[in-house]
């Protein structure tokens, strides 16, 4: 079975500050993981996904995320943030066979002070 | 090449009533998964279908609640006799299939409300 923490349920940073959200995971087998950002009444956009290949992955708006096998760790980072970005942001585990349904951690909400 | 659709984006029942929430999944894709938000509790997995299959539906309450995905149609999730508590945010997402670990295309959702 897999599972997701998030750690903080509420990061507030800085305009420009570095964005550091926690996602810690829990699989019985080798696991794909997924960010995903929600803005205010929309549905959830694929921010980034680590499916075994590179282990610092690149994703939209300037984000990246490092899969940490030895910590269980997939944490999101961006250098520098931007009043846009302020959202909810979902980590996101399935397990590396078959097509198992993602797993979602409780959500992260980011604030982004000018 | 239009994405998930969900409808509709808001819903209104009395206690009793029944909802029935739609999802068109994005073309091409023949995997549907719902997904329920509630505040402060992260999307939980309810239903993963495919054309005329139910595939896993262990997040899915065992009364009441009910999904399908013909042939031909949309997929859809039916509340039977709602109560207050099924007020929430419900979420269809779809892939292509399961070799790849495509990820999921979300819907905008339905807001359920149960007055």
């Known amino acids: 079975a897999q599972s997701v923490t998030q750690l903080g349920s509420h990061v507030s940073v800085s305009e420009g500050a570095l964005v550091l959200l926690r996602c810690n995971y829990s699989?019985?087998?080798?696991?794909?993981l997924f960010w995903y950002v929600q803005y205010p009444n929309q549905g959830l956009q694929l921010l980034l996904k680590?499916?075994?290949?590179?282990?610092l992955v690149k994703g939209i708006n300037g984000f990246e995320a490092e899969f940490k096998k030895s910590e269980t760790s997939f944490h999101l980072t961006k250098p520098s943030a931007h009043m846009s970005d302020a959202a909810e942001y979902f980590c996101?585990?399935?397990?590396?066979?078959?097509?198992?349904?993602?797993?979602f951690g409780k959500g992260t909400r980011l604030s982004v002070i000018a | 090449n239009a994405g998930v659709m969900q409808n509709p984006r808001h819903l209104v029942r009395r206690r009793g009533q029944e909802a029935r929430l739609r999802c068109s999944p994005m073309?091409?894709?023949?995997?549907v998964y719902w997904y329920r938000q509630l505040p402060e509790e992260g999307l939980k997995f309810m239903v993963y279908?495919?054309?005329?299959?139910?595939?896993?539906e262990s997040g899915m309450p065992k009364e009441r609640f009910s999904a399908e995905f013909p042939k031909e149609g949309p997929s859809i999730l039916r509340i039977q006799q709602v109560v207050r508590g099924d007020s929430a945010a419900y979420f269809c997402?779809?892939?292509?299939?399961?070799?790849?670990?495509?990820?999921?295309?979300f819907g905008s959702g339905t807001r359920l409300t149960v007055v």
């Open positions: 997402a779809s892939s292509p299939g399961v070799q790849i670990p495509y990820g999921y295309t």
């Open positions: 073309k091409g894709h023949s995997h």
């Open positions: 996101a585990v399935s397990a590396n066979s078959g097509n198992t349904p993602l797993v």
């Open positions: 279908l495919q054309k005329e299959n139910i595939i896993d």
């Open positions: 680590y499916t075994s290949a590179a282990t």
């Open positions: 699989s019985s087998v080798p696991p794909y």
